[in-house]
């Protein structure tokens, strides 16, 4: 069974940077995409960043484009996500997924992933 467990978030000032990891056990990442999706207070899921663990092909949403960068290491099978410059609208809970689709249908279809969700860690921006 594909599991993740993800840790990395807190408090942060808006301006300010964090690095979130997700380690992944079940599977082996060589092949696989694999997500970081966020969850705001009484909102959906929704796709944040996605890459491809073969050929780095990655995704992301706009309102992170040059703000947040995606990574890999596959030995370790872990996801990193790098945030920087963080926005009051960029809190909430992130969650990491795996699937075989293309890196922008995984990202752009959280509802995939409903039922597998993990703990995530809870990002807190805010002055």
């Known amino acids: 069974q594909i599991q993740f467990v993800e840790s990395g978030g807190g408090l942060v000032q808006p301006g300010g940077s964090l690095i979130l990891s997700c380690v992944g056990s079940g599977f082996t990442f060589n092949n696989w995409r694999v997500g970081w999706f966020r969850q705001a207070p009484g909102k959906e899921h929704e796709g944040v960043s996605c890459?491809?663990?073969?050929?780095?092909?990655?995704y992301y949403a706009d309102r992170v484009k040059g703000r947040f960068t995606i990574s890999t290491d596959n030995a370790k099978n872990t996801v990193f996500l790098h945030m920087n410059d963080l926005k009051p609208e960029d809190a909430g809970r992130y969650f990491c997924a795996a699937d075989l689709a293309t890196v922008t249908t995984m990202c752009m279809s959280p509802k995939r992933y409903l039922g597998v969700w993990g703990q995530g860690t809870l990002v807190t921006v805010s002055s």
């Open positions: 890459i491809n663990t073969y050929d780095g092909q990655t």
